[in-house]
């Protein structure tokens, strides 16, 4: 009786753990949020989606903004010469 009951205790620690896992994981990626939770675990286990993940950051940075609709340009009031 008390090997079985180690035994559950055991199981239920480990069903406990990858359950919160899964439900971390689902989160994570519904928010977008998976590069900085993740990063270290990707890095070990998939190198090469990481050295792809900071490629696509630092391009993300490079863009540049689109002027705004509307006449405006850099801020300032479109002339029409009245």
Do not use: K, N, Y
Not at 12 to 41: H, N, Q, T
Not at 42 to 63: G, L, M, N, Y
Request: with cysteine; proline share 5%; net charge positive.
């Amino acid at each position: 009786m008390g090997d079985a009951l180690i035994f559950l205790v055991f199981s239920g620690c480990v069903a406990a753990i990858l359950g919160i896992l899964w439900w971390l994981a689902s989160r994570v990626r519904r928010r977008g949020i998976g590069g900085e939770v993740m990063g270290p675990f990707e890095e070990i286990w998939h190198p090469a989606a990481h050295r792809f993940r900071a490629e696509i950051r630092v391009q993300d940075e490079r863009v540049v903004p689109m002027p705004t609709q509307g006449g405006r340009h850099h801020g300032q009031a479109h002339d029409t010469g009245q």
